[in-house]
């Protein structure tokens, strides 16, 4: 079974940082692609940044500059540094894979979103 672990939440003043990591557990093909959202009370969860199976990066625009997503292929770990965090990045933040699974019933490939249960970051003073 795989899963998703999220650690490195925690409290934190404005313009500190925080790095958080998503370890994923389990049997897998491979990656197609990894990456962090994140949900405030009473709104939908929104992207923060991913990073594909070949490297290729996207953020979204309020965290350019500041956050930065890497992912280590050896033990299939995603990180998050979040710097000069500011209060409205206040929120849980989720690990979201998109993964290649193996069926061996069936003798294919297949691909399954899968999500972390997601870790707290508060920035406030």
């Known amino acids: 079974q795989v899963q998703l672990a999220e650690s490195g939440g925690g409290t934190v003043q404005p313009g500190g940082s925080l790095r958080l990591s998503c370890d994923i557990s389990g049997v897998i093909l491979s990656i197609n692609s990894t990456g962090w959202y994140r949900q405030t009370p009473g709104n939908e969860r929104e992207l923060v940044a991913t990073?594909?199976?070949?490297?290729?990066?996207n953020y979204a625009d309020s965290v350019k500059g500041r956050f930065t997503i890497s992912r280590d292929n050896a033990d299939n770990t995603t990180y998050l540094q979040m710097n000069d965090l500011k209060p409205e990045a206040t929120a849980v933040y989720y690990c979201?894979?998109?993964?290649?699974?193996?069926?061996?019933?069936?003798?294919?490939?297949?691909?399954?979103?899968?999500w972390g249960e997601g870790t707290l970051v508060t920035v406030s003073s």
């Open positions: 990073i594909n199976g070949g490297g290729g990066i």
């Open positions: 979201f894979g998109d993964l290649k699974r193996w069926d061996g019933g069936m003798g294919w490939a297949y691909n399954m979103d899968y």
